[in-house]
């Protein structure tokens, strides 16, 4: 994982190492049930805990990494894209996204993020597969996700911050990456 970024730039936005200076930020987010809405469980991080986090390296490590979505021109900070390896593979990196400005989603943000982060990671990383996890009746997240060539491979019960959920697991392998044209016409 030595390949990955700091800085991933798109047309309108820029992904950026989650820093110590963020932790106010992700803390508010992290514990306002709006942002989270219906298919996600708050994290209710305290700034303490946020601290503790960030000093053991949790946010950016060998296993994971957290990025800021920031709007690229007004350097305003809307959401997160994390990243982490699957444990007994870590050909695979799993993702999770969370646009937290409301105002701004559905506006083709949170794809433009996955897709660029994506790209990374077949193209610098090597990874051999990407995977998310989204809520059963998250049809939205579906639809992008199906746009951006993942595939259903699974439905499974999971726990999210204890509470038990619903979901579908997608994938994207490495070879039906190459085959998706949505990756290879963007601009930068």
Known sequence: MNNCAE???TRRLLLR??????????????????????FLTPEQMTIEEGMRNFIAGLFWNEQSRTFIIELRHEGAPIGTIHYWLRSENRQIAIIALKIARLDLRNQGYGTEAQKFLIMHLFEKMGFKAVEMYTDIDNLSQQRCLKKLGFILVDSLQYEDQQINRTGHLFRLTLEDFNQVPLYKFHYE
């Open 7 to 9: 800085k991933i730039f």
């Open 17 to 38: 190492k989650a820093e110590e200076a963020d932790l106010p930020l992700l803390v508010e987010w992290s514990n306002r049930v709006e942002i989270y809405g219906d």
